[in-house]
């Protein structure tokens, strides 16, 4: 449930919030209870906005992934940064516990990803396949506990559900997803991946704009990391 200490920044362009873990960004088919329409509600009624409220979603992250999420308040705004999405201008790095530590600790990956709309899951190859969209990260281990590592992931392509994919592919599932391989749950049924950084020019001000969000502060894995 979104609150308003959520918020990570706001101007009268955008709004940049850290979800939580389990929460939907848009509405589907089985509820409207999602961060779009929480957001609506808390600016119509602390601006007491009179009509509608119009808010834009610019990029989403999987129900069970934590972090940053970029909303725009203005449909200028939304047209912008939706061309920015698409031509790579919007720079995103993300924070994965993954069960094992890549080999080596710092590279890239390049797969082709092919997505099963049947199963809502993907399959990285190595090489191209039909239906394949080629998939591209850079990643670098920030640190280790006993038993799990920390990889920070500088996303290049934005494939169905590609950090999990890949990192999964290479013997090194995300704590807790169960669906790529991950050998038991999270307590909260969400799994350890958290947007923690995005940075682009300000689509009015043309500003560099840079938010980190925290991790969750009730998961003492996640404590433990972001201290270090």
Known sequence: MFKPDDILYEDNHLIVVNKRCGDLVQPDRETDDALENEIKAMIKVRDHKPGDVFLGVVHRIDRPVSGAVVF?????????????????????????????????????????????????????????????????????????STRYTLVEVELLTGRHHQIRTQLSKIGCPIK?????????????????????????????????????????????????????
């Open 72 to 144: 725009a308040k203005t449909s200028k705004a939304l047209t912008r940064l939706n061309e920015m999405i698409r031509n790579g201008e919007i720079h995103k790095t993300y924070w994965a516990i993954t069960e094992s530590t890549p080999n080596p600790e710092q590279g890239s990956l390049t797969h082709y990803i092919v997505r099963d709309g049947r199963t809502n899951r993907s399959r990285a190859y190595d090489k191209p396949k039909a239906d394949g969209k080629k998939a591209m990260l850079n990643y670098q281990v920030l640190g280790c």
């Open 176 to 228: 807790g997803d169960l669906k790529y391989g991950a050998k038991r749950s999270n307590p909260d049924g969400g799994i350890s991946l958290h947007s923690r950084r995005v940075e682009f020019l300000h689509p009015v001000r043309k500003e560099l704009i840079t938010i980190e969000a925290p991790t969750p502060a009730k998961d003492n894995l996640w404590v433990f990391f972001e201290s270090m």
